[in-house]
């Protein structure tokens, strides 16, 4: 089990700074979201600032054709001396559509397809040529002049984001590894995320335990109580944003809190997220965080995902750099502990 830190793509003096940093705090590698700013930028600042392994977490996928993304990601690999997973997702369609005026339905299967794409692509790098004609992606002409060639590490491991089960099976028969959602729990890792992903693997002659399970991990960390409750009301916060979603409402219904979801999205249509953030009561928020003083967190990561995630991400850990240098050595300390413990 390693331990990232997610962190969200930043101004690249910044990414730099913030890259050196995690790296001396002990961290095994980054995980990058794209919003604003663009995750693959920030994943080169980081390379040329840094050892680290390095993770988009997600790019959106659409937007950008599989030559694209596949020529930044060779570049990237090599960059990094072959650290660095390419983790792909579909974003929502209201983003990709208008924000991005992309084509987006059927996600799943176009996703499955801009994947196979992306790899018949980094065949073509190596010299095997390039012909893939696939449902919704073409790519038949690679001159040599415009290929980077061959690179001396090997082929990006390219990660799928999911969380319902048809995406899950699907990660599991094509990815090299599942971006967990941040919402998500030790029953729907048990009941929906083991299962569902271990059937995909089968389809492709596989095991689950081929797989890389990248896990977020919402934190309840701090010497005092009152530290504490600052990093409990972001969970809250969090939680009630992610849970609003209908498609993530199965997470609660595990959980035997139907109707969570409804509620979410009433407070949120009301523009109420104070009365968001209070559906997520102490009871529910237990199943969604790791809590205790800083000494204690690691171990009880240790406890919840071994034999789970093959990396766990602290989702916290790039909102401490950002707000509070004491924060961050307490995040160390996990760091460190999970280390030792594996």
Partial sequence: MKIDALVNAAPLATMQKLARDFEDAG?????????????YLSCTAAALASDLELSTGVAVAFPRSPMVTASIAWELAEATGGKFRLGLGTQVRAHVERRYSSEFDPPGPRLRDYLKAVRAIFAGFRGGGLDYTGEYYQHTLLPDVWSPGPIAVPDPAIDIAAVNPWMLRMAGEWADGVHVHPLNSPTYLRETVLPEVG????????????VSLIVPCFTV?????????????????????????????????QLGREGTTQQLRGHQKAGDMAAMAEVID?????????????????????????GIASRVVLYFAGTAWGRDRSS???????????????
């Fill in 199 to 210: 059937l995909g693997a089968a389809q492709a002659d596989r095991t689950i335990d081929d």
């Fill in 328 to 342: 961050l050595e307490g995040f160390a300390k996990i760091a460190e502990a999970v280390s030792a413990q594996n």
């Fill in 221 to 253: 960390a701090g010497a005092t109580e009152a530290e504490r409750k600052g990093w409990r009301d972001w969970a809250r916060f969090q939680i009630g944003f992610y849970g609003s979603t209908p498609n993530y409402s199965f997470i609660f219904e």
């Fill in 282 to 306: 102490d009871e529910m928020l237990s199943h969604f965080v790791v809590e205790g003083d800083w000494d204690e967190v690691g171990p009880k990561i240790v406890d919840r995902y071994d």
């Fill in 27 to 39: 961290f095994d590698g980054l995980v990058i979201t794209e919003g604003g700013r663009t995750a």
